[in-house]
C-alpha cells in the first residue's frame, strides 16, 4: 500500500512539474507572438508614413483618342488619376467617360464649354455646372462633388449653392503652351514634391506622352499616385 502511495506521489509530482514547464512555454509563446504584433504594427505605421503622395489631373477632354491612349497608359501603370471634363466633350464621348469611371479615376466638373468666370456672367456659369453634372450623372450614375474652375476663377457660394468643391493646383507645367515632350516632362519631375496636385491636359499629345514619362519617374522616386480627394481629405 505505501508502495502504490508513493507512486502516486511521484506521479503527481511529475504531472506538476510538467505542467509547469507548459505554462512557462506558454507564456514565452504567447510574449513572442505580441512582441512580433508589436514589430509588425510598428513596421506598417512606418511604412504608412513613409508613404508620399501626389495626385495627377486632367482638364479640358475627353479626347477621342488621346484620352483613351493615357487611359491605356494609366492602366499599365496601375494609376488612378483625376479628370476635370467639360460637358460638350463628355458629351461627345460618353463611352471614354464611362471607362473612366469603370476603372476607378475620379472625374469632375470643368464647366459645359470652358467658359471662364467673370462678374457678369455669373448665372452661366452656374448653369454650365449644372448642366455637365447632369451630363456626367447620366454617364456614370454618380453625383459630381468636384469642380475645377477654368483660369481658377471661382465664387465661394457656389460651393453651398451646388454642394461642390474646387480644386486648384499646385504643380503647373503649362504643358499646353509646348511641343517638348522632355522639357514639360522635367518641368513636372522638378516641381512635383509630397501631396502636390500636377495640372495637365488630356487634350494634346505631347501632355499625353510627358505625363506618363513624369509618373514613370515619379513612381522610381518613391511617390504614389492618388486622386484629389485623397490630397485633400486624408
Known amino acids: 500500500m505505501k508502495r502504490w502511495k508513493r507512486v502516486i ?10 505542467f509547469l514547464v507548459l505554462c512557462g512555454l506558454r507564456s514565452s509563446t504567447v ?31 475627353p479626347h477621342p483618342s488621346y484620352t483613351a491612349q493615357l487611359l491605356d497608359g494609366l492602366k499599365q501603370r496601375g494609376i488612378h488619376a483625376t479628370f476635370f471634363v467639360t460637358g460638350e466633350h463628355a458629351e461627345l464621348h460618353p463611352d471614354i467617360i464611362k471607362r473612366m469611371a469603370d476603372e476607378g479615376h475620379l472625374i469632375g466638373n470643368h464647366t459645359y464649354s470652358h467658359i471662364q468666370l ?13 448642366k455637365t453634372n447632369e451630363i456626367l450623372k447620366e454617364i456614370t450614375g454618380e453625383e459630381v462633388q468636384y469642380v475645377r474652375p477654368p483660369y481658377g476663377s471661382w465664387d465661394k457660394s457656389f460651393e453651398k449653392e451646388l454642394n461642390m468643391f474646387p480644386v486648384l493646383w499646385t504643380v503647373d ?8 515632350v522632355g522639357r514639360i ?23 499625353v506622352t510627358a ?4 509618373i514613370d519617374e515619379l513612381m522610381e522616386e518613391g511617390y504614389t499616385f492618388v486622386t484629389v480627394e485623397e490630397i485633400l481629405f486624408d
Not at 467673370?118 to 449644372?130: D, G, H, Q, S, Y
Request: proline letters at 1%; glycine letters at 6%.
Open 211 to 214: 505625363a506618363l514619362q513624369a
Open 31 to 61: 510574449a513572442a507572438d505580441s512582441g512580433m504584433i508589436r514589430t509588425l504594427e510598428e513596421r506598417s505605421g512606418m511604412e504608412a508614413q513613409d508613404v508620399r503622395k501626389i495626385a495627377i489631373t486632367f482638364d479640358d477632354g
Open 118 to 130: 467673370t462678374r457678369k456672367n455669373r448665372e452661366k456659369f452656374r448653369e454650365e455646372l449644372i
Open 9 to 18: 506521489l511521484l506521479f503527481d509530482l511529475t504531472a506538476g512539474l510538467l
Open 185 to 207: 516632362t522635367e518641368k513636372i519631375v522638378s516641381k512635383t514634391g509630397e501631396n502636390d496636385i500636377i495640372l495637365m491636359h488630356d487634350y494634346y499629345d505631347t501632355s
Open 173 to 180: 507645367p503649362l504643358d499646353w503652351s509646348s511641343r517638348n
